[in-house]
């Protein structure tokens, strides 16, 4: 299943069935779970953990040292879950020691042509990045998250689960989850509703979210008494709980 014309490093580890195309370099302290399909001319670096059942397509470079001054050679780690597909051109690095060390993707991802995830990022399950889509360093991204194409994301921002972003979006702060945001730089333009349909949230959940939703971005009060008056309301919804426990963590700010 490996292309004549693949380099596989003596000590990178294939699980079975794993395909390498023609003209694809996997490096050392690479390890690649069963199933994964590697097109031609891609390039894997080490450290790096990829599971199974993934599929990277030509030109993608995976693993790479982080584009950081501060970094010196450190072995630091990339990982990467299953099940996802990873078209081309895509560039994942690693991470680097003052970020912790290690960049995660999670599973079920779509990641169109031309995505590039950063240095100590952490994405999620099950999103989709349109063309073009970039993380910064040090970006967390929730599950279910959809980023519009060439949607870009300042670092140390975080994007919220079930959050979506039109086109040539751009943040310097965090997008709290389930809202539906655009522009550059990106403003709220309420919740992604049909998302969050699509996914099995009830209509009582829906209503909860949109009070919320309404206090923090409508009401007219400050955010900290926005967020004591939806108190009651958290304790009785736990997709409140999630949007109001985002922001009370937020360190960069939310979009407003």
């Known amino acids: 299943m490996i292309h004549p014309q693949a380099i596989i490093d003596p000590t990178a580890r294939l699980g ?37 059942d993934n599929k990277i397509f030509q030109f993608s470079s995976i693993g790479e040292a982080p584009q950081d001054l501060k970094y010196a050679g450190e072995p ?13 051109s895509c560039t994942f690095s690693r991470g680097t020691v003052p ?23 952490d994405v999620g399950s099950r999103t989709i990045f349109a063309n073009n889509a970039s993380l910064a360093g040090h970006v967390s991204v929730g599950d279910y998250a959809i980023l519009g ?55 009582a959940g829906i209503d909860a979210l949109r009070i919320a939703y309404k206090t923090i971005y409508r009401s007219g009060l400050r955010l900290e008494s926005a967020l004591e008056e939806l108190t009651g309301l958290s304790a009785q919804f736990p997709e409140v ?6 922001i009370r963590q937020s360190e960069r700010g939310i979009i407003r």
């Open 16 to 52: 079975a069935g794993v395909q390498v195309g023609a003209f694809s370099i996997i490096g050392a302290g690479v390890e690649i779970g069963e199933g994964t399909w590697i097109g031609p001319h891609v390039v894997v670096n080490g450290p790096t953990r990829i599971g199974c």
């Open 76 to 88: 630091t780690l990339l990982t990467i879950g299953d099940r996802n597909v990873i078209r081309e």
């Open 99 to 121: 970020g912790g060390g290690i960049t995660r993707i999670g599973s079920d991802n779509l990641f169109m042509a031309y995505v590039h995830v950063a240095h100590d990022c």
């Open 149 to 203: 194409g060439f949607t870009g994301i300042h670092q140390f921002c975080r994007g919220g689960a079930h959050c979506m972003t039109g086109i040539a979006t751009v943040t310097f702060k965090d997008i709290p989850p389930y809202l539906l945001v655009n522009g550059n730089t990106a403003k709220p333009y309420g919740l992604n509703l049909r998302g969050l349909k699509r996914r099995g949230f009830t209509e």
């Open 241 to 246: 709980e999630h949007f109001t426990t985002f």
